[in-house]
């Protein structure tokens, strides 16, 4: 049975983001924490477009992910 290793990286990457990447953000000066967090759901969201491989619904959670991240970089301060 071959690993899945993209299912690895993204959950790693979504606990990084929930439990050190996340509450550290506040600390900074802004527009940095604003910044970070839309670049570090953007990068959750280009990981879980990777691992979707044409399933739909995980392409749409990739999707609203990645559009959050982009939002949250331009419009939402």
């Known amino acids: 049975m071959k690993p899945d290793v993209w299912r690895w990286v993204l959950g790693a990457l979504g606990l990084a983001i929930g439990f050190t990447v996340y509450p550290l953000l506040g600390r900074l000066r802004e527009p ?12 959750l969201g280009a990981a879980a477009w990777r691992y979707a491989q044409g399933d739909r619904f995980i392409q ?18």
């Open 32 to 43: 940095w924490p604003d910044l970070l967090a839309g670049a570090a759901f953007m990068a």
């Open 60 to 77: 749409g959670v990739a999707a609203v992910l990645a559009l959050y991240g982009l939002a949250r970089i331009l419009f939402l301060r």
